[in-house]
């Protein structure tokens, strides 16, 4: 075996190892995927749970800082899509009906998490670190309400945006 064909298998095993500690980083967007499934809400769950499972893959392959995103990121879309799970479950809504209840209160929760990951994420780290877990949070959040309708998942988002986007705007204007 020559040198280039020994740093050919080295580098494969390198990234395989890294492939596979990678596949495991999607643990922590679980709960709401696993919420969402046991609420009926199939085929939503799956059309999203897979871009999310594979942006938390992603960012842990990547590096580059981007598998600090995932956990806050998890964290902050959990928390509107259980609300807005919770409200159509405890008001026995359909998903139109719910929306006008909904859309604030996902907005609301939105809001409340985008200052908190406003806080984790824009405060302390890099733009790409918290452009990618605002994306993951969009998303975990978009679980619970994008069976309800658009309106609370834009509501949702704009939410965290709106959160976010200050602390991020401040803490680089003084860089």
Known sequence: MDSHELAARARRAYELGRLRRAAWAWWPVSPVVVVALLMGHTATAVALAVPLVLMCVWCSYRGQGLERAITPGAVAGLLPAMVAMGTMQHFGCASNSC????????AATGLVVGAWLGTKTAARETPRVTAASLAIAAVS???????IGLGTLVGAIVGMAVGVVPLWVVRHAAD
């Not at 929306?99 to 996902?106: G, I, N, S």
């Open 99 to 106: 929306a006008e209840l909904c859309a604030p209160l996902c």
């Open 141 to 147: 959040a978009s679980l619970g309400c994008a069976p």
